[in-house]
C-alpha cells in the first residue's frame, strides 16, 4: 500500500529562522511528487511537482527538493504570512489520463513575528 | 484563465438527509474532476474521479455518490447523511499532470 508521512505534524518558527518539512513515501512507480500549501478553511493551493531524484524547485522562500525516498520543503527565513498547512502528495501509476494523489496528513507551520 | 466554482461553502445537514454539492470547471474543456475529503487528523482522501461526461469511478466504498451530467459540472450526492459524512470536502481538476483545487464546502452533519 502507498504511503506518505510527513514530520513534523507541527513546527514553530520564529521569523526569520530557516527549517525543513520532511515528506516521506513509499510507493511503487513513482510519477511525481507534490507540494501544496493550504490556509484554513481554503482549499490546498499548488506549490511544486517533483519527479526524479536530485529534483528541485524554487519559488521565493520556498524549495523543494526529492530523493528516491523523501523530499524535502526547504523555508528560508520565513515570514509570518507563510504560516500554514504543507501538504505532500504522491502520483503513482503506469500511465493514462488519471492523475490519482495519495497525500500525507500535513505538517502545519507557524511564523511567529 | 481557468477557475473552479464550488458550493455551498458551508452546510449543516440533519442525519439522514440529502446531500448535493456542485462544483464547476471555467476556462477549460473535457478536464478530469475529483472529489476529495478531509477530514480531522487525516490527510486528503480520493472519493470519486471522472475523465468525462458520466465517467465516474468510486475509490472509497460509502453512501456517497457522484455525477457528471455536463463536461464541466461534477455533483457529489447523498440519500441519507451519516455522522460520519462531515468533513471538508473538495472539488478538483487537473491539467497537465497538476491537480488544482476548489475552495471547499464545509459539512457538518447533526
Known amino acids: 500500500e502507498d504511503q506518505v508521512t510527513q514530520s513534523p505534524e507541527a513546527l514553530r518558527l520564529q521569523e526569520g529562522e530557516s527549517s525543513s518539512l520532511n515528506c516521506s513515501y513509499t510507493?511503487?512507480?513513482?510519477?511525481?511528487l507534490f507540494w501544496y500549501r493550504q490556509d484554513p478553511g481554503k482549499g490546498p493551493e499548488f506549490l511544486f511537482t517533483?519527479?526524479?531524484a536530485g529534483e528541485e524547485k524554487e519559488k521565493e522562500r520556498l524549495k523543494a527538493t526529492l530523493t528516491k525516498k523523501e523530499s524535502f520543503l526547504h523555508i528560508t527565513a520565513p515570514k509570518p504570512e507563510d504560516s500554514a498547512t504543507y501538504l505532500c502528495?504522491?502520483?503513482?501509476?503506469?500511465?493514462?489520463?488519471?492523475?490519482?494523489?495519495?497525500f500525507g496528513k500535513g505538517t502545519l507551520l507557524t511564523v511567529n513575528p | 484563465s481557468q477557475t473552479i466554482h464550488q458550493w455551498p461553502a458551508t452546510l449543516v445537514q440533519p442525519v439522514g438527509s440529502p446531500l448535493s454539492l456542485e462544483c464547476t470547471v471555467e476556462?477549460?474543456?473535457?478536464?478530469?474532476l475529483y472529489w476529495y475529503r478531509q477530514a480531522a487528523g487525516r490527510g486528503l482522501q480520493l472519493l470519486f474521479y471522472?475523465?468525462?461526461?458520466?465517467?465516474i469511478s468510486s475509490e472509497v466504498p460509502q453512501n456517497l455518490s457522484a455525477s457528471r451530467p455536463q463536461d464541466r459540472q461534477f455533483i457529489l450526492s447523498s440519500k441519507k447523511l451519516l455522522l460520519s459524512d462531515s468533513g471538508f470536502y473538495l472539488c478538483?481538476?487537473?491539467?497537465?499532470?497538476?491537480?488544482?483545487f476548489g475552495e471547499g464546502s464545509w459539512l457538518t452533519v447533526v
Open positions: 478538483a481538476w487537473s491539467s497537465q499532470n497538476t491537480i488544482y
Open positions: 510507493v511503487s512507480g513513482l510519477r511525481g
Open positions: 517533483l519527479y526524479s
Open positions: 502528495a504522491v502520483q503513482v501509476g503506469s500511465g493514462g489520463s488519471n492523475y490519482k494523489l495519495t
Open positions: 476556462g477549460t474543456s473535457n478536464p478530469n
Open positions: 471522472s475523465v468525462g461526461i458520466g465517467q
